[in-house]
């Protein structure tokens, strides 16, 4: 019997011919009534390719030839490098990986919720470095003892020096990706910013069609370095977009291709992955409820679009609404995190999230390393071949036998079932007492307490250090 490779098991919220409606809806409001810009370079690029720009009302209308045309030079895959340039994350067609949520204004700290300094941030991501399901770095926290306008590149300073693994960054400045340039040029060379990325930068339209001075220059200014951007587009459906998950899904799509056409149009070629963060607007509560099944539903329709348009994919999924590690927080990110590895989106980011994408949380991002691997099993399918149906085993084994002792066995258990961490609990009921008859929160705060004071991430050269924290020595944090 010839091997047969395991069927990676995928769901999909939208035929075909649904995606090909939503892209020409798309398309249409591009066209009329465009986009608003509040950037004179950004308009002015998009002028000099000969679009319709009304610099009085900072109007694009964007054709659908131009449209198609940027789509077809955005690379179809983005490769993020480890800090050492070694180690590489493939960002193509199905590929899964995990990042913690980013820039969560609150930490969780022992059941209180507060806001985050600096040594909160390097906690976190000395974590994350550990966790093997965690791919990659974010930076997760808005820190608060740092001069705010200093604060998008001293969270990327602390993940720089306190993990090799890549990151999802983003800048709140419009000087903020040129110094943040220079950071990753002393980590990684001048000619690896772009040529071997290590960091990927948010981007996010504001909804409904409009980008902000700010953002627009972020954008350009990545395109033209060479730098990975995600395309984070954020409607609400009921507020700043329509009510319906499919009206939802075309403003979301206006808003990336938009983002797509000001950064090919600055740099052709220029990496983009088509990312987002959208969500419901619950009505009864005035709440963004990021753990909803109608937002998870949104995220992984659009995520079909991006593959459908041969694009890197990114959406943010795994978080819960809870403002606390409880049932609630489990169930709403797992349900984000299986749907969006299901979908087959290139970056998921989220886990430790919670309270509508505002707080980070370190157990729950233990805990959510787990929901990760699990995820990643499924994936995997299930693997057909003579040796695994194990037809003669089980007729030589005959009935009334047993399999744990047989080579069978120990050659296939550890290939065949994702082993969690002790966090999840598999004890009887007796030793389950005699160790404490601790729950998930109670074993997740201790693996943290573990893991921050036995794990020591790889360090940076001596040289390459001294330079790092020479360049911040402006932006230390606040006494």
């Known amino acids: 019997m010839e091997e047969n490779p395991a069927k990676r098991p995928t769901i999909s919220l939208l035929q075909e011919e649904s995606i090909k409606e939503i892209v020409s809806s798309a398309l249409r409001i591009l066209e009329d009534p465009g986009v608003e810009i509040d950037n004179s370079e950004a308009l002015n690029i998009l002028k000099q390719n000969g679009v319709m720009v009304d610099l009085e009302k900072k109007r694009a209308k964007l054709s659908e030839d131009l449209v198609k045309k940027c789509v077809k030079s955005v690379p179809k895959e983005v490769k993020l490098y480890s800090r050492d340039g070694k ?19 609150h930490i969780l700290d022992n059941g209180v919720i507060r806001k985050p300094v600096s040594s909160d941030l390097e906690k976190l991501v000395r974590l994350a470095d550990f966790l093997e399901f965690i791919h990659a770095q974010s930076t997760a926290l808005v820190i608060t003892d740092v001069p705010e306008r200093f604060v998008d590149r001293y969270r990327l300073y602390l993940v720089l020096k306190n993990s090799p693994k890549p990151v999802i960054t983003g800048a709140f400045t419009k000087d903020g990706v040129h110094e943040m340039k220079k950071l990753l040029e002393i980590v990684r060379g001048k000619g690896n910013v772009g040529e071997k990325p290590m960091a990927v930068f948010d981007v996010c ?24 951007v995600e395309i984070v587009s954020m409607p609400l459906a009921g507020a700043t977009a329509p ?9 979301h799509t206006a808003e990336t291709l938009s983002g ?37 539903m949104i995220d992984c329709a659009y995520a079909q679009i991006g593959k459908y348009l041969g694009l890197p994919t990114h959406a943010y999924l795994g978080l819960s609404d809870s403002k606390t590690i409880d049932s609630q927080s489990g169930f709403e990110s797992a349900l984000g995190i299986v749907l969006g590895a299901l979908t087959g989106i290139n970056m998921i980011s989220g886990p430790g999230m919670l309270d509508f994408e505002s707080c980070q949380s370190l157990e729950k991002l233990v805990i959510d390393n787990e929901i990760c691997g699990m995820a990643l099993r499924l994936i995997r399918g299930i693997q057909i071949s003579e040796e695994t149906l194990a037809e003669k085993l089980i007729k030589d084994m005959g009935p009334g036998g047993h399999f744990l002792n047989s080579r069978h066995t120990l050659k296939w258990f550890r290939a065949e079932q994702f082993l969690p961490s002790t966090l999840i609990d598999r004890l009887t009921t007796s030793l389950w007492q005699e160790r404490g008859s601790k729950n998930t929160y109670q074993k997740a705060r201790e693996e943290v307490q573990r893991i921050l004071s036995q794990h020591q991430p790889e360090s940076l050269p001596p040289d390459i250090e001294k330079e790092l924290d020479k360049m911040v020595e402006k932006w230390k944090p606040q006494k």
């Open 205 to 228: 339209p504001t909804p409904p069609l409009e980008w902000s001075d700010i953002t627009s220059q972020n954008l350009i200014d990545c395109a033209r370095y060479g730098i990975p």
């Open 243 to 251: 009510a319906t998950l499919a009206g939802a899904i075309v403003q």
């Open 87 to 105: 180690h590489t994350l493939l960002l193509k067609d199905n590929n899964v990986h995990f990042d913690p949520g980013s820039a969560a204004i």
């Open 260 to 296: 797509i056409v000001i950064a090919q149009l600055a740099n052709p070629g220029a990496p983009c992955i088509y990312g987002g963060s959208p969500a419901i607007f619950d009505m009864r509560q005035g709440t963004t409820p990021m753990g909803a099944i109608e937002t998870i």
